[in-house]
């Protein structure tokens, strides 16, 4: 799965995982981006991670931060056509 999260979100939940945890080291992993968003510069996180992966990552997001659940969600299968 690649997971796009601003990286505000990104931040709290690395902030709120128990440092060398496989959650944190997903999150740990990604690449920050910077890329035009409506108006402004968007500032993101991506980063891949399995299905089983994202599933536990929105379950974490939904005790500490919501707002990245929904994102977290919303990350797109990698491969095959």
């Known amino acids: 799965m690649l997971i ?3 990286r505000a ?3 709290r939940l690395v902030s709120q995982l128990v ?3 496989a959650l ?4 740990m992993n990604g690449m920050k981006i910077v890329s035009p968003g409506a108006g402004e510069t968007e500032k993101v996180v991506e980063f ?4 089983d992966e994202a599933q536990r ?6 005790q500490c931060c919501p707002e990245a659940a929904s994102q ?7 491969g095959g056509n």
């Open 4 to 6: 796009r999260i601003s």
């Open 9 to 11: 979100y990104h931040e």
């Open 72 to 78: 977290i969600a919303a990350g797109k299968p990698m």
């Open 57 to 62: 990552l929105v379950e974490t997001a939904e």
């Open 48 to 51: 891949i991670c399995d299905a």
């Open 24 to 27: 944190y080291y997903t999150l």
């Open 19 to 21: 440092d060398k945890s």
